[in-house]
């Protein structure tokens, strides 16, 4: 493949090399505004007041609830749509994912991990994690 390349002694092999320099901004980066609104949005609920994020938070879980109160037990591949695992998954995959499904979606609508809620919506909480708890089990025993 040709002749070798001479390098001077103080080079070394090339791993031994400091990496480039990066070149230097007048403005340290923590000095810097966020210029884009992607790099806002990635703020998400820490630029929003503690209460307004409650609020929706509070908002999305009963709305997460409501979704899996809906969910007919009787239809076929209903655990997977309660666990929200994709249609597409075999048995086997869909009995690996349900594990970590389960744990995040028992997280959000378990009733210890937020502020109370009023009776009738902690009567569907429980109802809601009760049924998440069947799915999971619909799903593992589909796939033996």
Not at 16 to 26: K, L
Not at 62 to 76: G, H, M, Q
């Amino acid at each position: 493949p040709g002749p070798p390349v001479a390098r001077p002694p103080s080079a070394g092999p090339p791993s031994a090399r400091p990496p480039a320099a990066m070149p230097q901004t007048s403005t340290p980066p923590a000095a810097r505004p966020l210029a884009t609104a992607t790099a806002s949005a990635a703020l998400g609920a820490a630029a929003r007041p503690a209460a307004q994020t409650r609020a929706n938070d509070v908002q999305s879980v009963l709305r997460e609830i409501a979704r899996i109160l809906r969910v007919k037990e009787k239809k076929l591949g209903w655990g997977r749509e309660v666990l929200r695992l994709p249609a597409g998954l075999s048995h086997k995959d869909a009995a690996a994912e349900c594990a970590s499904a389960f744990r995040m979606m028992a997280k959000r609508i378990h009733p210890d991990v937020r502020e109370k809620l009023g009776k009738a919506d902690e009567d569907n909480c429980h109802e809601a994690l009760a049924k998440l708890q069947r799915a999971r089990l619909d799903v593992i025993r589909a796939s033996r």
